[in-house]
């Protein structure tokens, strides 16, 4: 019976300790490497299939200074997450930009029109995004490169504007 024992135990040590797969982790990792080649040579092939005589026209006829297509990269992006809920008031329903401004709509429910309305509410909402926009967000500094015309905050009651909230870059410079 100690020499079946001993047996089985030897023969688990094998297979547990005898087998060495380092053969195994280099063929893993070729495979790996192919995969990663592979896929740039997709991308390269993508890259290559959207270089149009339209696109090349197309950006060729693009100014320097238009930022459309990056505003137009920024938006769809925040689109993507929207709606996002702010607080127990309020929601971040939409964004668009119109003249190289980013437009922000923010909906308002469960106070007062008259309580959002107040002078002191106004300005600690509008405390609060000087604070943001004027801030040294890395992000934020990027918008105010694209969106040189700044930023409005729209707030919305009953799909009623009933306040907003124009920042420019140069608005910053002073604080």
């Known amino acids: 019976m100690k020499g079946i024992k001993a047996t089985v135990v030897m023969f688990m040590a094998i297979i547990l300790f005898g087998f060495d797969n380092s053969e195994a982790k280099v063929?893993?990792?070729?495979?790996?490497?192919?995969?990663?080649?592979?896929?740039?040579v997709e991308r390269g092939k993508k890259i290559m299939a959207q270089s149009t005589p339209e696109k090349?026209?197309?950006?060729?006829?693009?100014?320097?200074?238009?930022?459309?297509?990056?505003?137009?990269?920024?938006?769809?992006?925040?689109?993507?997450?929207?709606p996002i809920v702010v607080d127990k008031?309020?929601?971040?329903?939409?964004?668009?930009r119109n003249n190289n401004k980013l437009i922000y709509k923010y909906v308002m429910k469960g106070l007062p029109k008259e309580v959002i309305l107040l002078k002191k509410n106004q300005q600690s909402v509008l405390n609060r995004i000087v604070t943001l926009y004027c801030g040294n967000d890395p992000n934020v500094k990027a918008?105010?490169?694209?969106?040189?015309?700044?930023?409005s905050y729209n707030y919305y009651?009953?799909?009623?504007?009933?306040?907003?909230?124009?920042?420019?870059p140069s608005d910053c410079d002073s604080k």
């Open 27 to 40: 063929i893993d990792t070729k495979q790996t490497d192919i995969q990663e080649n592979m896929d740039i």
């Open 56 to 82: 090349i026209k197309q950006f060729n006829n693009q100014k320097d200074n238009d930022y459309s297509f990056a505003q137009d990269s920024v938006v769809a992006g925040i689109k993507e997450k929207l």
């Open 89 to 96: 008031f309020t929601m971040f329903d939409d964004i668009s």
């Open 143 to 151: 918008l105010k490169l694209l969106f040189p015309n700044g930023v």
């Open 157 to 168: 009651l009953a799909n009623e504007k009933i306040m907003s909230f124009d920042l420019k």
